[in-house]
């Protein structure tokens, strides 16, 4: 955007007789001006309040925001939780803040493509990320990686979380966790299973498991949890661990089977599918959690009326209502909620990362 014109300011005219006391200038700043001072003085002192009304400006037009259509960038295809979240949440930002929000995924990378494309970004609040749990662990599973989510984005809100939940083929005739292990440990290196992208936190969930149940399967990637989905349906992938929100209607239409959900309780959606944990491994509990960040050095100003806009949207109980419908629950956060949120979820998944020996490319 170009800078406006700096303001002119006018000096009146002072009666010799006053030489030497205050001057007032339009903005009500005040100069003194000694009786006897020189040019450069003066002319010191007339940029000087020029400076300083030009930054009074910049800093009002602040308010204005937005005054051009926002970019909501998705790291994921489309079709998947965070781009069901993303689009929800769009819509209702596009009505509060009088500008479109325009969704554009960009998937690839299990979401570093995208995280990448905001932090370079103009700092300037029309490009904006939102991204699933697996934010904080693709910095410590992609071995080239250089992205930094706690150093490179700017936090903006929590918006929700929800479950992820463990289904099956209904070609394999498996109805719970233990049959399903059963069955695997029959077939080893033989059983093939997706979470959508390599990296998220329900593809590491579903490590995690493998490891604690001793079985051996073999994971497929996908660019998200969309690309994925015809294989699960089609049952060219037997198992399949991810979001609630996604897999839930096709578990209601008999289309998958539901074994177990990741969370330590069961989830209100499928109150009678169990957690993993009661399936023979106390202590599992994992989850999905979506947040929002923009570009680092955007005005705080900025940050904050997007945080308030967010928040406002998640509060309202239509949208409320829409993701607990969904089986997410409304998480609405802070920027530094959000940062202590990464500061507790970026070491932990680390360890699994490192304990487990996964790498990707």
């Known amino acids: 955007m170009p800078h406006p014109p700096a303001p002119s300011v006018q000096t009146p005219a ?13 903005d009500g700043a005040v100069l003194w001006v000694p ?38 960038i998705v790291g994921f295809t489309p079709g998947g939780s965070t781009d069901l979240v993303a689009r929800m949440l769009g819509a209702r930002l596009s009505e509060r803040m009088g500008q479109q929000v325009l969704i554009d995924n960009r998937p690839g990378a299990s ?65 719970s ?68 929100l996604v897999l839930t209607s096709h578990v209601r239409l008999g289309a998958l089977t539901a074994l177990a959900v990741t969370t330590a309780k069961r989830s209100p959606l499928l109150p009678d599918v169990p957690s993993i944990a009661e399936s023979g491994f106390p202590g599992f509990d994992t989850a999905g959690w979506f947040s929002m960040y923009t570009t680092p050095k955007t005005p705080q100003a900025i940050v904050q009326k997007l945080n308030g806009e967010i928040l406002a949207v998640v509060n309202t ?27 507790s979820e970026v070491p932990a998944w680390r360890k699994v990362i490192q304990d487990a020996g996964l790498k990707a490319d």
């Open 177 to 244: 966790v233990q049959e399903m292990i059963t069955y695997a440990k029959a077939r080893p290196g033989k059983i093939s299973w997706g979470a959508s992208v390599p990296g998220t936190v329900q593809h590491l969930s579903g490590e995690m498991f493998k490891r604690l149940a001793g079985i051996d399967m073999v994971f497929i990637p996908y660019k998200g949890t969309g690309a994925m989905m015809p294989d699960v349906l089609g049952g060219r992938l037997q198992i399949a661990i991810d979001n609630i």
């Open 317 to 343: 109980s239509e949208m409320r209502e829409r993701l607990l419908t969904l089986g997410a629950t409304p998480l609405p956060g802070t920027p530094d909620d959000l940062r202590r949120k990464l500061a």
């Open 35 to 72: 009786a006897r001072a020189g040019k450069t003085r003066l002319v010191f002192a007339f940029f000087a309040v020029i400076a300083a009304t030009y930054g009074s400006f910049s800093h009002a037009q602040t308010p204005n925001y937005p005054l051009r259509p926002i970019r909501l």
């Open 14 to 26: 002072v009666d010799p007789a006053q030489a030497g006391t205050h001057n007032r200038v339009s």
């Open 111 to 175: 979401g570093i493509i995208a995280a990448e494309l905001v932090s370079k970004a103009q700092p300037d609040g029309y490009t904006v990320l939102i991204s699933g749990s697996s934010i904080s662990a693709v910095g410590s599973l992609y071995k080239n990686v250089k992205f930094d989510v706690q150093r490179d984005l700017e936090p903006l809100a929590l918006v929700a979380t929800s479950a992820y939940i463990m289904v099956a083929h209904p070609s394999i005739n498996v109805k």
